[in-house]
């Protein structure tokens, strides 16, 4: 498998790897995991690998070779086209060294770890399965970096050489089947793998969380946890908050735009910014907010569901999703039941919205409990993980290598 992103990173695309590489490892496969320094989300090279330039690891049973790379704080067109140049540069040089594979994986984004993955593959004379859980070129075009226009190009051009030379094509939701095929991908070659709540349930009761945090009960208490970046537009949560002293607003987590977020916060009382909490305590701070927000820019085309949704699901509070009424997460709060839809970027909207729920309390309740009822019923991690093992299944059983999937198309 190559994912950039891996434990210790307990957020994004992460734990989504690091638990299917255990998964397989576990049912008795030899597992390897070419991998970056962990940097996500707070965009900081973590102190345990500094001076590092490769290293080779155990975890959960596999095998994890890490290759060093450069780390943006900040996020501009030619930054990132740096960090996706080292990893790519790094990682073909310096391939894992392990037995021949009968597959390779690979989590997109990143960029370089899809264009590796398709490189390794091809020497090997073995299938390649992407598993995209985001488009960088699409990404690229609505995130608001200066040079975004002709980095979307390039990635565009990456995504389709990778795509190109898949066996078969894993997506997480429904709405990246056009963008997928767009890229030259047949349609009988795109699998759908949604991602599964890979978080525990809550333990402690929520008061007692509350009180340890300093949450008073009284006050309505809308969090966001995760990445903080241009993507989230979490500026319109700063802005509600400055509307009305009397909720209490949260942040937690990092990025690269948090810096900026502080200094907009700076005179309101009311916004409070928190590390990202512990794996093992993170359910129970979920569970001990009121409302759990997730936010994204207007001019953001959604079609990927980010992780912290399955996660909100399954802490049983109710969704507040200020985000574009078409693409995955909207389709995932309506199906599920258990949120409200804002427009995006419209702090009046998402805080008229944040009031109806307090003065309702029973129904905020009912909206929460449906989170974890639809965890049960769709996103569990056995069911998640067995959609991966049949995705896999199927590309060994064809025998079908890069090359043939190529002729195929």
């Known amino acids: 498998m190559v994912s950039t992103n891996y434990a210790p990173e307990h957020t994004g695309i992460g734990p989504y790897a690091t638990q299917l590489a255990e998964h397989w490892a576990a049912r008795g496969a030899d597992i390897h995991v070419l991998a970056g320094m962990p940097h996500y989300p707070s965009w900081r090279l973590d102190p345990d690998y500094a001076g590092r330039w490769r290293a080779r690891e155990s975890r959960g049973g596999v095998t994890v070779h890490r290759r060093r790379h450069t780390v943006p704080a900040r996020q501009t067109a030619l930054r990132r086209a740096l960090f996706e140049a080292s990893l790519l540069c790094h990682q073909l040089a ?148 400055r509307l009305d ?33 512990e794996t093992a305590d993170f359910p129970d701070v979920l569970a001990a907010a009121d409302v759990l927000a997730v936010t994204q820019r207007a001019s953001v085309l959604d079609m990927s569901v980010p992780s912290k949704l399955t996660s909100y699901f399954a802490a049983g509070r109710p969704v507040l999703a200020s985000v574009a009424a078409e693409g995955g997460t909207a389709d995932e709060v309506r ?31 009912r909206l929460g409990a449906r989170g974890p009822a639809y965890v049960d019923e769709r996103l569990s991690r056995a069911a998640g993980l067995g959609r991966l093992d049949d995705l896999l299944a199927e590309v060994l059983d064809r025998g079908t290598t890069v090359h043939e999937g190529v002729r195929r198309t």
Do not use: C
């Open 94 to 241: 310096a391939p894992p060294r392990m037995p021949r594979p009968h597959a390779v994986v690979a989590q997109l984004p990143s960029l370089a770890g899809a264009v590796a993955a398709a490189r390794i593959a091809h020497r090997h004379r073995v299938p390649f399965v992407p598993v995209v859980q985001d488009l960088m070129g699409a990404a690229a075009a609505q995130s608001g970096i200066s040079g975004g226009d002709k980095a979307a190009a390039v990635a565009a051009r990456a995504e389709r050489y990778a795509l190109g030379r898949a066996a078969l094509v894993g997506v997480i939701h429904d709405t990246f089947r056009p963008r997928v095929e767009a890229l030259g991908v047949d349609p009988s070659r795109i699998r759908l793998v949604p991602n599964w709540s890979h978080v525990e349930r809550p333990s402690r009761p929520r008061g007692e969380t509350r009180a340890r945090l300093g949450w008073p009960e009284g006050r309505q208490v809308v969090l966001h946890s995760g990445n903080m970046g241009l993507k989230q537009g979490l500026e319109v949560l700063v802005d509600a908050a």
């Open 245 to 277: 002293p009397e909720v209490d607003f949260v942040l937690m987590g990092d990025g690269n735009q948090r810096t900026a977020l502080e200094e907009r916060a700076r005179s309101v009382p009311n916004l409070r910014f928190l590390p990202a909490a």
């Open 335 to 365: 199906r599920s039941g258990a949120g409200v839809l804002v427009p995006p970027e419209d702090p009046a909207a998402l805080l008229n919205a944040v009031r109806e729920l307090a003065a309702d309390p029973g129904a905020a309740d």
